[in-house]
C-alpha cells in the first residue's frame, strides 16, 4: 500500500508538466463572426490529409451548441459524399444496448471475502433491467443488490465521447491541402457596454465603450480573427431606447465597414476566447464631449397625485462628429458616473441604448432627482358649452305620400374641461428646467381635444402629447396650470 | 508534501495560453464602498437580508508590479456578485488590453470532462478486505454520457457495480479556478510597480434609513434620530473601508444581472448506469408507514445577524448626543451620505451608523380624512416641514420611522411608519395609521330619489382632552361638482379641502352639497 502512494506521487508531477503546456486544439487558422441574438459564425481553415478516394474526415474541437445543419466545408480537389452529425453519446446505459444478443463479462465480488468471480453473460433486453442469459439460466442484472461489474470486450462503433461531425469525402488524389469549415454555432454573442463620467460643472462627459463578450461553449476559440456585428440577422431592427424624444435618428456615415445593413466592430488583434468565458476589449474612448443634464416629468393620464413625483435625471448627449462622440453606437447598456466631493468616481445610473447611427441625440434616463418633484393636481373639472353647433341628426319626411321634407337637428358642442395643476419644486440651490409632458391628449373617443389656455406656452409634439419647459428659480417653486377641453 | 504539489500544480494551472507573465493581486491596500437601495423595494418594506437587492460600487486601490511586454493581472478577493462587465482598472500605464472574467470553475464535471481520452486512475476498494486497488485506465465518455473508462483492453464503467470506485486525476487541468476570477490583459513597456484603482458593481447590498422619533410632552415637536442600516450579503468582507451610501433612485437595466450568479448547475456531474430492475414489492405498507410518520421538523433557519436594537437607544436622556452621523453632499441629482469613519463592511451582516440627529423638530399631528361620498377614512398624521425653521432643513433618504412617546417615564412605541425621499422645503408626513380617537363620518340624503343634489354632513368627534386639528379631502367623480358648503372650502391634491380644529371631547361638522352634472 505504501509503495502504491509513492508512485502516485511519483506520477504526478511528470503529468504536471505535461498539463502546463497549453490544451492542444484541432482547429485550424479560426475566425469568429459574434451577432447580437447570441449567435455566432465560425470559419475554421483546417489541413486535411485526405488519400485518394473516399475518406471518413472527424473535425474535433468544433463548438459544442453547433447548429449541424449550417455546417458548409469548402475544400478543393474533393467532393462532399455525406455531412453526419453524431450525437448517440457513450454512456453506461448505451452501452449495455447496443450490448443486446452480444456477450460480456460479469465479475461478481463476493461481499464476505472480497474474492473476484468471473462469467459470461448474453445480454438479452435491457427494458427496465437488464436481462441476462448465463448458461442456461436466465436472470436480470444485480437483481439481488449484491456487486457485479460489467465489462465490455469492445466499444460499439458509433457511439461518441462528445457529438461529432463527420464529413466523407470522395478526393481526387491524395496529399493535404487547406479546407474551410464554416458553422454557425449559439451560445456565443456580444453587446456594448459605455462607461460616461460626466462633469456637471464642466457640462462634459469622458466616454469609454467596451465591447462585453460571452462564450457559454465549453469550447476555445484560440487565436480567433473575431468580427462583430452589430446586428441580429433575421430578427428585424432594433428600437430606439436612448434616443431623445422628439429627435430623428442620425443621419451620419462611421467610418466602420458595414456588412449589409449592420456595422462591424473589429477587435483589432486576434483574441483567444476562453470556455465560459466573459471578455472585454475596449473600442471607444472619447473625452470632453458636450453633455447636459435634463430633467424630465410626463403625467400620463389627467390625475393627481397626493404626494410629490420626482423629476427623471436625463443625460443628453450627441453621437455626431462635431460635438458629439462621432461613432454609431452598438446596442448596450450606458453607466454613468459622476465624482462626488472628494474626487472619487461614483455610479449614479444606467440605461440601455439600442443600436445607434452616428449623428443622432441621445438622452439616457439615470435615475431620479432627489431635489426636483412635480406634484400633478385636477383643479377643477367642469362641462362647458363651445358657442359650436354640430348637426346631429338629418331626416328626409314624407307625409301622406307628399312632397319629402329635410329635417335637421343640431346640439351645441359641449366640452369638459379639465384644469390641472402641475407644481414643481426645486430644493437645488440654482434654477431648473423641467421638460413636462402631459399625455393621453388623444385617447379620447371624440379624438378632440382643445388646450384652451395655459400659464406657460407649451409645444404639441404629437396628438397625443404636450411639452413644457417649466423653470424653476433655486430653492423655489413653479406653478403651471393648462386647462384641456375634451369631449368626454 | 502532497499539499505542495498541488498547490504548484493549481498555480501552474493557472498559467494562461500564451507567454505571459501573470500577476497575481492578493488583496485591495485601501478600499471604498458605495452603496445604492434597491431601487424597487418600496419605503414600508424591509431590506430581504437573505437576498438584498440593492447594490454596491466597490473602489479598490491596489499595488501591484507588472513586468515588461504581455501581462496577465488577476484580481482576487472581489465581491462574489461582482458584475464583471462594470468593471474598471485604471492606473496602467499602457492601458488595458481585455477584461475578462473566466467561470471555467474547478468542480467535478470540469475535471471529468478535461480527463476524456486521457489517462486517470481508478481506485477500487474491496469491501471486505478495506484494501485499495488502483488501476490505470483511460476516460472514453465526456460529462454528458457519463462515466465509461477503458481498462487496458476491455471496457466498463464507473461505480454501476455497486463497489465503492473513485477516479484520481493526476492533475488540475490549465485555465480552472476555485471562483470566477476577473483579470486585465496589459502590455508594459518596462517593469514597475503601479497602483491601480479598480471600480465595479457588485449586488447583494441594500441600505435604508431608520427614523426614531420621541415626541416631547408638548406634542407638537420630537426628537428625530435618523440610522443608515445597511446590509450584506457578499462572500468577501470589506475592512476598513470608506463608506458611502446614495440616496436618491436610480435607474437600473434589466439586463444587468446584480444577483448571484449560478455557476454551480454548470459543475454537477451526474453518473449515470444502466437500468436497475424496479419491482412494486408487497411492502407498500412500509412506504405507506414511512409517508404517515410526520416529517421531522426543518432546521431552524441560520440565526439572522442580529439587527441593532432602537428601542434601548430612544432613551430621553442624552438623546444620541454623542452619536457621530454621516455628511451630506449633492451627487449629481442624488445625495451621499459620508460616514464619519472607516468601517468594515462585514459579510453576512448588518450594520448601522448614524444618519441624522435633530433634536427639537416641530412635528405636528393632524389627523386626515379622504372622503368620498359616504366612505371617510381617517389617518393620524405627524407632519412638519422639513427647512431649518422646523429643526429639519435636511434631505431626508426613504427608510422606517418608529414613534415614541414617555409615559410615565418610560418611552413607548406608540406607531410605525415610513417616509419616501424628501427634499429640503417638502412637506414630510409620517403616517401613523387609523386613529382610535379620532372619528369621522358622512351622511348622504336626497329630497328626491333622482334629486341631482345630494346634501352630506362630515361630522367628526374627538373624545381626548385636548383639541386636535383635523382636515378633510373631499373627493368628486368627474361629474359632480361641489354646489355649496357652510364652510369655505379651498382645493388640494385635486379635492376640495377643509381644515379645523376640533375641540376637546368635541365634535365639529361640515355640510356640502354635491351636484351630479350627469342628471337634468
Known sequence: MRALAVSVLLLVPGAALAQTAPQPTAQGDVSVTIYNNGQALVQDTRRLTLANGVNRQEFPDVSDRIRPETVRLSIDGASILEQNFDYDLLSPSALIQKAVGQTITLVRTNPATGAETRERAKVLATNGGVVLQIGSNIEVLRDDGLPVRVVYDSLPPNLRARPTLSISLDATGGGTRPATLSYLTTGLGWNADYVALFDEAKSMIDVQGWVTLRNDNNVAFTNADTVLVAGAPGQGGSGNAGMAPGTLPGTESSGRARLGDFYLYPVGHRITIAPNQQKQ??????????ARKLYQYRNDWYGSSSDPVSAATVLSFSSSKDGGLGDAL???TVRVYIRDAKGQPQFIGENRIDHTPMGSTLAIRTGEAFDVKIKPAVEKREKINSGEWERTEKFRISIDGGKPTTVERADEVTYWRTTMSYTVTNARPEPVTVDLVQAGLDRTYWHDTRVSSESITGEQRSLDERLWHVTVPANGSTVLTVAFDTRY | MRAALLLLLVLAGAL??????????????????????????????????SYPQGFALITETRTVTIPAGPAVI?????????????????????????????????????????????????????????????????L?????????????????????????EAIVYDGVPQGLSAKPTLSVKTIAKAERQVTLTLSYLSGGFDWQADYVIAMRQDGQSA??????????????????????????????????????????????????????????????SVEDYVQSVPAPPPPPPPPAPEPMELMVSANRAGFMADTKVATVE???????????????????????VGLMNKPGVKLAPVYVSDILRENAQTVLLLRGKNNNANGLGAAMPAGKAAVFTEVGGQMLLVGESAIDDKAVDEIVEFRMGRPQSVSARTVGTRRRPNDRNTAYVLTVTNDQPWPVTYEAKVHLYDHEKMARSDRPLSRKDGASFWTTIVPANGTATLSYTVRDDRKR
Open chain 1, 281 to 290: 476589449v475596449s473600442f471607444l474612448s472619447v473625452g470632453g464631449v458636450p
Open chain 1, 330 to 332: 452598438p446596442a448596450g
Open chain 2, 16 to 49: 494562461p495560453a500564451h507567454a505571459q507573465t501573470v500577476v497575481t493581486s492578493a488583496g485591495p491596500d485601501k478600499v471604498s464602498v458605495t452603496l445604492y437601495r434597491d431601487p424597487n423595494r418600496g419605503a414600508q418594506s424591509a431590506i430581504n437580508r
Open chain 2, 74 to 138: 488577476r484580481f482576487e478577493g472581489v465581491a462574489g456578485n461582482i458584475l464583471p462587465e462594470s468593471a474598471l482598472v485604471s492606473g496602467l500605464p499602457d492601458g488595458v488590453e481585455e477584461k475578462n472574467l473566466d467561470a471555467n470553475l474547478l468542480s467535478p464535471r470540469s475535471l471529468f470532462d478535461r480527463a476524456l481520452g486521457r489517462r486517470v486512475l481508478v481506485r477500487r476498494t474491496n469491501p471486505a478486505t478495506g484494501k485499495a486497488q488502483l488501476l490505470q485506465a483511460t
Open chain 2, 140 to 164: 472514453r465518455s465526456s460529462a454528458d454520457g457519463a462515466a465509461v473508462l477503458q481498462f487496458g483492453g476491455v471496457y466498463g464503467d464507473l461505480r454501476c457495480s455497486g463497489l465503492p
Open chain 2, 223 to 284: 426628537d428625530l434620530f435618523a440610522w443608515i442600516t445597511l446590509a450584506s450579503t457578499d462572500v468577501t468582507s470589506f475592512v476598513e473601508a470608506d463608506t458611502q451610501v446614495v440616496a436618491g433612485k436610480i435607474n437600473r437595466t434589466a439586463n444587468s444581472n446584480y444577483g448571484p450568479r449560478n455557476f454551480a448547475s454548470a459543475s454537477y456531474l451526474p453518473l449515470q448506469c444502466w437500468p436497475l430492475p424496479e419491482y412494486d414489492l408487497e411492502t407498500v
Open chain 2, 330 to 352: 449633492a451627487l449629481g441629482d442624488l445625495k451621499l451620505y459620508r460616514f464619519p469613519t472607516r468601517v468594515t463592511v462585514a459579510s453576512q451582516s448588518q450594520k448601522q
